[in-house]
């Protein structure tokens, strides 16, 4: 039975977000849409699960959402910081560095969501992975403790990724 | 009627905080000393200055038409392929050695945009 699901919906997630994002870009709910939505969302992943052959074991969607709820916070906050530094910092002051960020996280997919959010958060930008996936290479804007950005971004962003990819 | 208003003044509050934030990523873009740095300014004060203006085009349609969700999905699509563009815009940087270079990997050999193979070394050298 289980194995079937799979078979069937190779990527639950994905159908999930195909079917929804379908629906909105109607403007209107209407049951043939939605229905039209996940028509595509079972047939999109399954024609493609050829390219993306390992699914995440487990995904707790609740944390996914409080995750996405402190990402926006973060970033709003993110922007008046940045603007700050770009409106009064002057150039000559300006302490750009770069931070080695450590990863224990193993998933693609979750280290794809962590660079993501590194970029739109504060003053930091996700520039490389190393060659076998173990560290994460962030530039940040102005920090005088490139170490205290590296251990805010493991406690806060990789720590609740590591409980939201099982 | 008083809801209207205070959700015009709401619209009005949205589309001056999105031009603002635009703004600042223009100055930033233009003040910023070189590449990497230059990198940070459109990337986080863009995606707040498009987001508070599609807040308010969101806001508007609902209050003067028959509500819009378009912006959502575009906000979800800018958040999502945003930091792919800087992504790649680093890699450059740090392929062309035009920025500071990146300290070593603390375990493993070096970062994956300057591993060359072996064979290709000589050529990248030639051309950089």
Redesign the interface.
């Known amino acids: 039975m289980s194995r079937a699901f799979h078979k069937l919906f190779p990527h639950p997630v994905l159908t999930l977000i195909l079917t929804v994002?379908w629906t909105?870009?109607q403007?209107e709910i209407s049951a043939g849409m939605v229905v039209f939505g996940i028509i595509l969302g079972v047939i999109i992943p399954w024609a493609t699960s050829a390219w993306w052959p390992d699914r995440p074991r487990g995904f707790h969607l609740g944390k996914m959402l409080s995750y996405t709820l402190i990402v926006m916070w973060d970033?709003?906050v993110?922007?008046i910081q940045?603007?700050w530094i770009?409106?009064t910092v002057p150039?000559s002051k300006?302490r750009?560095a770069?931070v080695?960020v450590?990863l224990d996280l193993r998933q693609p997919e979750a280290i794809s969501i962590l660079?993501?959010t590194?970029?739109?958060t504060p003053?930091t930008?996700?520039?490389?992975?190393?060659?076998?996936?173990?560290?994460l290479?962030v530039?940040a804007?102005h920090t005088d403790d490139p170490d205290a950005v590296r251990d805010e971004i493991k406690q806060r962003y990789e720590a609740r990724l590591k409980e939201i990819f099982v | 009627m008083t809801v209207d208003l205070i959700l015009t003044f709401a619209i009005a509050a949205l589309l001056i905080v999105g031009a603002i934030f635009t703004l600042v990523g223009a100055i930033g873009l233009i003040k910023l000393p070189d590449g990497m740095t230059r990198l940070h300014a459109p990337t986080k004060v863009g995606t707040i200055g498009v987001g508070a203006m599609l807040l308010a085009s969101m806001i508007n349609s609902y209050v003067y038409g028959e509500g819009s969700m378009h912006e959502l999905l575009i906000m979800a699509f800018l958040f999502v392929t945003a930091p792919i563009s800087a992504n790649f815009m680093a890699k450059v940087h740090i392929h062309r050695r035009a920025c500071d270079q990146p300290p070593a990997p603390p375990r493993d050999d070096t970062w994956s945009t300057l591993d060359t193979p072996e064979e290709d070394k000589e050529h990248v050298e030639t051309t950089a």
């Open positions: 994002v909105l870009l403007n970033i709003i993110a922007n940045v603007a770009v409106l150039n300006l750009p770069w080695v450590p660079a993501g590194i970029t739109l003053g930008v996700s520039a490389d992975l190393s060659d076998a996936g173990h560290s290479l530039h804007l």
